[in-house]
């Protein structure tokens, strides 16, 4: 059983460009969340997806966005890059059946905004 | 808007010690509560849960309690080794959403 995979694991974009991150999901889960987590804090939830369409939003603007696709991978696009969207972008799968909430998380991209 | 409360930021043991970390969180329609511990340049592992109709759950040396009343739940380790050393964070997961509201952490720091 293959857990949450996510690329690339570091990365260095300058502000004002846009960004995609990557996650494959644990073999067997069908929903994907996407974390941000900045330095020192708990992570923060972004969108999660499901049957691939955004179910669920937290309070981040529309520049971020993303992708579910037919096989449960999904992307996380950041556009207008600002300073401040420096943090660990966690993705997180899971299985949306009756009862069955745990997360597995992968182990996250570094961005740095500069 | 929800929000969860961690405490301690930091805690340092001796190895063999307990440790306690305790969480308020402030919706009272949470549901269900796991523990996350995270260690450097890793995501975070699930290391227990529990939910809103249990108010205590043990797996060896880890615990968690629960009181609904008071929206208040705890984890508890026991015999830290130094393994245990990492950060761990608690969240509270709202009924009816998939959307998991974190606590800022607290490090654990297990000195041998």
């Known amino acids: 059983e293959t857990g949450v995979t996510q690329s690339p694991t570091h990365l260095i974009k300058t502000r004002g460009q846009q960004v995609t991150l990557r996650c494959s999901s644990q073999?067997?889960?069908?929903?994907v969340s996407w974390y941000q987590q900045a330095l020192g804090q708990g992570p923060q939830f972004i969108f999660q997806y499901y049957r691939e369409e955004e179910n669920g939003r937290g309070n981040f603007p529309p520049r971020f966005s993303g992708l579910q696709f037919p096989n449960y991978s999904s992307e996380l696009n950041v556009n207008a890059l600002e300073l401040d969207d420096s943090a660990l972008y966690l993705c997180?799968?899971?299985?949306?059946?009756?009862?069955?909430?745990?997360?597995?998380f992968g182990s996250g991209t570094r961005l740095t905004v500069v | 808007g929800e929000n969860v409360e961690q405490h301690p930021s930091t805690l340092s043991v001796q190895e063999g010690d307990s440790a306690v970390i305790k969480c308020t969180y402030s919706?009272?329609?949470?549901?269900?509560f796991p523990w996350y511990k995270q260690e450097l340049g890793k995501g975070p592992q699930l290391i227990i849960d529990i939910r809103s109709n249990v108010g205590e759950k043990k797996d060896q040396r880890i615990a968690v309690t629960l009181n609904k009343t008071a929206k208040h739940f705890s984890l508890h380790i026991t015999e830290t080794q130094p393994e245990d050393s990492a950060v761990y964070f608690c969240a509270a997961k709202q009924s009816g959403t998939y959307k998991y509201i974190f606590g800022t952490g607290t490090r654990l720091k297990v000195l041998a």
């Open positions: 997180a799968s899971s299985i949306r059946t009756g009862g069955s909430y745990g997360y597995t």
């Open positions: 919706d009272s329609a949470s549901n269900y």
């Open positions: 073999s067997g889960h069908n929903t």
